[in-house]
Nanobody, 124 residues
Framework: QVQLVESGGGLAQTGESLRLSCAASGRTFINYAMGWFRQAPGKEREFVAAINRYSDATTYADSVQARFTISRDNAKNTVDLQMNSLKPEDTAVYFC?????????????????WGQGTQVTVSS
């Protein structure tokens, strides 16, 4: 089973940027599609972004399209989420996720492996 550990969360003001990173261990990283979800207080987990095994396909939630960028480094076993032009509504706990082989879809139920999450807070 793959283990996922997120880092890089914190406090930002509206319009600023943060970069999240997720380190994977335990299994062959290149075998996994990777993604990010987030969960705001009182809300369900929602899909943010995903990237396939070889970085030739990415997909984003409409709410973060053109502001967030997902990338991966298969040599370092990491996946990052660059978050620009942050808004207060981006405030949430962000989770790194993994699924064997393919991006399984935007439902949280489809993703097999989850990190513990990292808090992102954006103040207005």
């Amino acid at each position: 089973q793959v283990q996922l550990v997120e880092s890089g969360g914190g406090l930002a003001q509206t319009g600023e940027s943060l970069r999240l990173s997720c380190a994977a261990s335990g299994r062959t990283f290149i075998n996994y599609a990777m993604g990010w979800f987030r969960q705001a207080p009182g809300k369900e987990r929602e899909f943010v972004a995903a990237i396939n095994r070889y970085s030739d396909a990415t997909t984003y939630a409409d709410s973060v399209q053109a502001r967030f960028t997902i990338s991966r480094d298969n040599a370092k076993n990491t996946v990052d989420l660059q978050m620009n032009s942050l808004k207060p509504e981006d405030t949430a706990v962000y989770f790194c996720v993994a699924n064997v082989d393919i991006i399984p879809g935007r439902s949280a139920a489809f993703w097999d492996h989850w990190g513990q999450g990292t808090q992102v807070t954006v103040s207005s």
